[in-house]
């Protein structure tokens, strides 16, 4: 038998109000969750502060509830609650999903349960990974036995090249609720239209910065805050003046936080007589304890790791706290949907990063990263033209 383990324990501090219970399209959370890992035999749900609320909805959904008194202790410890239970019904594994995933479709689950056999598996929509988690049986004993530093993924990051990726086309996979912003995202996800309906009938002029500071070798740059250099203001000057002469219907100039993306930004908004609009979605992919370190330092400190990331450059993170592409391609694609849903000129214009560019350029054509990665290759001081009129 196969076994389902919703967790609904915690205290929702980040959200303010009780998850379980919000409403998303007309039924609490919680019941979006149980329903979505339906194609389990046996779905249990793992409560812990206010329980009492929940009883009639897991009774209602044919649900078990199971009852983990060190909720306090985090979410690990729902987790080991609910391996326990289902090992000792002996199932073959668990769907593992939280409550405040409640736009997985029920599909997402059959396809796991058809694929993933004795491997752990997620979903993946776009190359991003979701949920639920698949754990087989073969797990259950290595995950009772974890200490639980950094929790479940302290067992999962061991395995991080075995996992089982599923491809799925329903970005619902992906999306999860922790903070308000998450909830109105949420409500808003069904109704909102396509990227490639909000795009059409626009040009996208994609802007990458020009030369920055120089440094004593080749760098991993991501989210390192280094300025332009004379060369990448003067670079930038000249794109401004070759804009100028396409005379774009545009709102305003779009651009990353970052020093060297916004500093070109201004230049280039400036010629036109646009605002400049900084958005944190189109940052350059986040390295983490990688960011702005020579990489032969990394080469000679890590090389394992180095190898590693050369044999899965989409998926490669070097820690907890980095991306990979796949990340940075969810990340800067709902951004420029966000973009778009609010701006309706004819023209919009982008200064980022070689890596943003890669991903824009790659879903306005129907695509991923991985197809554009080596089809778009943007100097810098130069741009790149999508014409969907």
Sequence with gaps: MTGAIVLAAGYSSRMGSFKPLLD??????????????AAADETAVVTGRLRERLRALIAREGAVELYNPDYDDGMFSSVLTGIRY??????????????????VPAEVSKILLEQAGDRLAVPVYRGKKGHPLWIPASFFPEILAH??????????????????????PYEGAVLDMDRPEDYERILSFASRPSLSELAAGRRFMLMRH???VPHAGKIFVGWYDVPLSEKGVEQARELAAV?????????????????????????IAASLGLPVRRLPGLNEIRLGSWDGRLIEDIKREFP????RRGRNLMTYKPDDISECFFDLQYRCVSCLRD??????SRDILIVSHAGVIKCLYGNLLGRDIEWAFDRCRPAKGEYITVDLR
Excluded: Q, W
Aim: with cysteine; glycine share 8%.
């Design 339 to 344: 973009i778009l849903a609010s701006d309706r």
């Design 210 to 212: 020009g030369d920055t």
């Design 147 to 168: 200490d639980g530093t950094m929790g479940l993924k302290g067992v999962t990051l061991r395995h991080e090249e075995e996992i089982l990726r599923v491809p799925v």
């Design 304 to 307: 394992a790791e180095y190898e």
């Design 86 to 103: 289902f090992a000792g019904r002996n199932a073959d594994g668990v769907l593992l999903l939280p409550c405040d995933c409640p736009c």
């Design 24 to 37: 998303v399209g007309g039924e609490p959370s919680l019941v979006r969750a149980v329903r979505s890992v």
């Design 243 to 267: 804009l100028s002469e396409t005379k774009p219907e545009a709102e305003a100039v779009y651009t990353s936080e970052l020093r060297r993306a916004h500093a070109a930004a201004e230049v």
